[in-house]
């Protein structure tokens, strides 16, 4: 049995997503080393700096991923966040309007 091409293209792009996020971790990983060097009365080299700061960078990238997979809930209360931030951007839109005019 085939599966439909939506299925499938979706299934495509979750397979993509996960790799990319499982990849972006395990270079990550190595971040606490890093970060424990100070308090281990070792100093930082520049080539640590610059590495702590890829790192950084590359957790800021992930983070709205992991974010979603960590919180308690967070599948069944994502379109409830979706539906909140679209209704903020539309009442925004709201008072930008001159007065008496419609927003339909």
């Known amino acids: 049995m085939r599966r439909p091409v939506l299925v499938r293209s979706v299934m495509d792009i979750m397979d993509r997503e ?12 190595g ?7 100070p308090r281990n009365r070792q100093k930082w080299t520049p080539e640590d700096k610059r590495q702590i700061v890829d790192h950084l960078r590359r957790l800021s990238m992930v983070s709205p991923y992991l974010a979603v997979m960590v919180m308690p809930g967070s599948f069944v209360v994502l ?9 903020r951007r539309h ?12 927003t339909a």
Request: net charge positive.
């Open 18 to 29: 996960r790799k990319y996020v499982l990849g972006e971790v395990v270079q990550i990983s």
């Open 31 to 37: 971040l606490m080393p890093l970060l424990m060097k």
């Open 79 to 87: 379109p409830a966040l979706a539906w909140w931030l679209d209704r």
């Open 91 to 102: 009442d925004k839109l709201r008072k930008d309007l001159p007065p008496g005019s419609s």
